[in-house]
């Protein structure tokens, strides 16, 4: 009998992201019953779905092994959403925070999963209106997806710090590119796991929670990298949702090629890196307080060194493996660009200054959302942009 081929880490990767869902007038969150119905009785089609607050929608890549395949599905899994939308009256916003919406006027989602988050979490349930964008990167076995999480955990702030979206939050500036991340941090099953070891030690881990009340299974656990609990996939969920889809495709290749480095580094009886977890907490901190415009704490040695020299480092402790891939040059100018532009929040900030109209906010990530990804043909603006 032939053996079963094991397929390398990092040979397939997907991704999810979550959107808001806002009228294209006012460009407020917008509560539209028939579409949440809609969504979870599986009219919006196999790639959209509803998510935990009826203000939101969220949408599954298939399984890619390119990036131009990723950039495809991104691109196509959005024209669901957004033609989901539009038959209702509403467009879908790419961002992980709405910039004045309330969570006073949002409501749960009358599925049963969501309304056992309610009855478990409380009000934090019912505050939950923040976006991700989750990356699914394959791996041959859930002892390989450990042991890329024990080793990646000093890396997911640089990941965060070039995604950040969220600088916006209840209609204030809250000081952060990365409000997402400090909102979700009440609660106490996210953030970046410890080590564990191996399948046993992950799988012992998730007993404990379990017994402790905090989780019925693996699916319940928010870690920002954690093996998923349905596919064979190590999935990263420390990103915002980016409105440039050329961000979502650099942010999904740096985690599959990570992935594919400490499998490999794993592999070879490679420990993982020593931070103590104090330090990972503050640089998590530190990428969410100000992305790419401040310090970063460097994944290696632990020293505060500017963003950008950070990003350079992981390029380069990166580089053999994406010329491998043939994706180095891509990648390259896909950090070019985010490097000029700045991050989502960047941007949205810059938008506020010069007008003082949160919904001219909202209005300019639709706009960013309809950016023309590099090497692509022009799109056509989103509705309801202004």
Do not use: K
């Amino acid at each position: 009998m032939t053996a079963p081929q094991v397929v390398p880490a990092g040979t397939t990767l997907g991704v999810e992201e979550e959107f808001h869902v806002v009228d294209p007038q006012t460009l407020a969150l917008l509560d539209e019953p028939r579409l949440t119905r809609a969504a979870l009785h599986g009219d919006l089609g196999p790639s959209v779905d509803a998510e935990i607050a009826t203000t939101q929608l969220e949408t599954a890549t298939g399984i890619c092994r390119t990036l131009a395949q990723l950039r495809d599905e991104v691109l196509a899994r959005r024209g669901d959403a957004g033609a989901a939308a539009a038959r209702f009256g509403a467009v879908v916003l790419p961002a992980s925070t709405h910039p004045f919406a309330r969570w006073q006027d949002q409501r749960v989602t009358a599925r049963p999963r969501y309304l056992g988050l309610l009855q478990r979490w409380g009000v934090l349930a019912l505050q939950q209106v923040i976006c991700g964008c989750h990356v699914h990167v394959g791996v041959p076995s859930l002892d390989v997806a450990v042991a890329v999480s024990d080793r990646v955990r000093p890396y997911l702030p640089v990941l965060l710090a070039m995604t950040g979206s969220s600088p916006f939050h209840d209609g204030v500036d809250t000081g952060y590119d990365s409000y997402r991340t400090q909102w979700f941090a009440r609660w106490p099953i996210t953030g970046a796991p410890e080590e564990m070891g191996d399948a046993a030690g992950f799988r012992r881990i998730v007993a404990q929670l379990r017994q402790a009340g905090v989780v019925d299974d693996a699916s319940n656990l928010y870690w920002d990298v954690r093996p998923s609990a349905h596919y064979p996939t190590l999935e990263f969920r420390i990103g915002d949702v980016c409105p440039r889809v050329d961000d979502v495709v650099l942010h999904a290749a740096l985690c599959r090629s990570l992935t594919r480095v400490l499998a490999e580094r794993a592999q070879r009886g490679t420990p993982p890196p020593s931070l103590r977890p104090e330090v990972l907490r503050a640089a998590r901190w530190r990428a969410a307080r100000s992305g790419l415009q401040g310090g970063l704490v460097d994944p290696v040695t632990g020293d505060v060194r500017p963003a950008h020299r950070v990003v350079a480092d992981l390029l380069g402790e990166l580089r053999d493996d994406l010329e491998q891939a043939g994706e180095h040059e891509e990648v390259t100018a896909l950090v070019a660009r985010l490097l000029t532009d700045g991050t989502s929040a960047t941007r949205q900030r810059a938008v506020f200054h010069r007008t003082g109209e949160l919904p001219d906010v909202t209005a300019s990530v639709l706009r960013d959302a309809a950016t023309r990804p590099l090497g692509s043909a022009p799109r056509a603006v989103s509705p309801g942009t202004r």
